[in-house]
């Protein structure tokens, strides 16, 4: 279903500005690297989820049967909220794992 290749220039397009310092720190990333970067952290995953059955509703599928509707516009807001929301608590998380990386430099 993820038809996006493994190359950052092929995913962004021609973006090579040489004033461009985060491309081009992207653009030197071995494929490994890029391929860890993408991939979704569980505990991430997890806040994501219980966010998006907290705006949903949440009852247990065995004891009710539930559809949702909605407009397509409606929809893309939800997925860019989502998405949003995804990269701030990433952002997070990684800013957690630094505060810790110093905090135990500085012991």
């Known amino acids: 279903m993820n038809n996006l290749s493994g190359n950052p220039s092929e995913r962004f397009g021609d973006q090579s500005n040489s004033s461009n310092l985060l491309w ?8 490994e690297t890029v391929a860890q970067l993408s991939k979704p952290d569980p505990e991430v995953a997890q806040i994501m989820e219980q966010n ?6 949440h009852l247990p599928p065995e004891h009710f049967s539930m ?7 409606n929809l893309g807001q ?7 929301s995804g990269y701030f608590l ?6 957690m794992e630094l505060d ?8």
Do not use: D, F
């Open 78 to 84: 939800l997925l860019a909220s989502a998405m949003m």
């Open 52 to 57: 998006l059955r907290g705006m949903l509703g």
């Open 67 to 73: 559809a949702i509707t909605t407009s397509k516009e």
């Open 24 to 31: 081009q720190y992207v653009q030197s990333m071995n494929p």
């Open 90 to 95: 990433n952002q997070a998380k990684q800013r």
């Open 100 to 107: 810790k990386s110093l905090h135990s430099l500085h012991e």
